[in-house]
């Protein structure tokens, strides 16, 4: 019996500039696709935030979501009842001006400091 030629799999191939062909792995065109929707997507809910809409995407009263839910639920707000998006992104690198907290026990433990002391008298 003749020996076997491994097999290859087919690659996709696009042509480049100098006519050779070269593969494109189409695990990176889906990573792109991810962080191009994702930086939209934070920009967007930047954008909501500085419009002081942040009360329509986050009713929790104390601002637990994230810029990317906020974000999702405006894109959900603008298919249902015809809201605006942004066309130009731009993210800001300023501090957010309302910090989110995670729960009632979270703004207790910040409003109380992370570390308490007492101090005893040395006899």
């Given amino acids: 019996m003749p020996p076997r030629k491994p ?3 087919p690659q996709r191939s696009t042509p480049s500039r100098a006519g050779v062909k070269q593969p494109v792995p189409a695990l990176s065109r889906l990573c792109l696709v991810v ?9 967007q809910g930047s954008e909501v935030v500085k419009q002081g809409q942040r009360s ?3 009713p929790h009263w104390l601002r637990g979501s ?4 906020m974000s999702w639920n405006w894109v959900k707000l ?3 009842r015809g ?5 130009h992104m731009s993210v800001s690198g300023e501090c957010d001006p309302e910090l989110a907290m995670a729960s009632k026990c979270h703004v207790q433990l910040c409003r109380q400091g992370r570390f308490a ?3 005893s008298e040395a006899a």
């Fill in 7 to 9: 097999s290859t799999p």
């Fill in 56 to 58: 329509l995407v986050d």
């Fill in 83 to 87: 809201y605006a998006l942004i066309t």
């Fill in 117 to 119: 002391f007492e101090l």
């Fill in 78 to 80: 603008v298919l249902t």
């Fill in 35 to 43: 962080a191009i929707a994702t930086l939209y997507l934070v920009a």
């Fill in 66 to 69: 994230s810029y990317l839910k």
